[in-house]
Nanobody, 124 residues
Framework: QVQLVESGGGLVQAGGSLRLSCAASGRTFTNYAMGWFRQAPGKEREFVAAISWSGRSTYYADSVKGRFTISRDNAKNTVYLQMNRLNHADTAVYYC?????????????????WGQGTQVTVSS
């Protein structure tokens, strides 16, 4: 089992920045690729970003490319999502997830463990 706990969400004005953190515990962190997903009210959960176990490979949804950066610190068992130039469309609950295939994926079905989520609200 892997336990994931997100933090760092909150209310921010459009154009601002937030950094989300996801702390992992349980099994060996480097056995997992990590991803961030988000879900807005009335919408399906969507892929945001993913990172390989080593951190050398990253992938982004087109909607966040150039604004968001995913990273991980394997010594701290933590994955981060730096979000810049936020806009109202980024308002959602953000979830981190762990995938036992170490190659990162944009499909939520490839992820085995999920955190409880953290709310991000961008005001206009």
């Amino acid at each position: 089992q892997v336990q994931l706990v997100e933090s760092g969400g909150g209310l921010v004005q459009a154009g601002g920045s937030l950094r989300l953190s996801c702390a992992a515990s349980g099994r060996t962190f480097t056995n997992y690729a990590m991803g961030w997903f988000r879900q807005a009210p009335g919408k399906e959960r969507e892929f945001v970003a993913a990172i390989s176990w080593s951190g050398r490979s990253t992938y982004y949804a087109d909607s966040v490319k150039g604004r968001f950066t995913i990273s991980r610190d394997n010594a701290k068992n933590t994955v981060y999502l730096q979000m810049n130039r936020l806009n109202h469309a980024d308002t959602a609950v953000y979830y981190c997830a762990a995938s036992s295939p170490v190659v990162p994926s944009s499909s939520p079905f490839d992820y085995d463990y999920w955190g409880q989520g953290t709310q991000v609200t961008v005001s206009s």
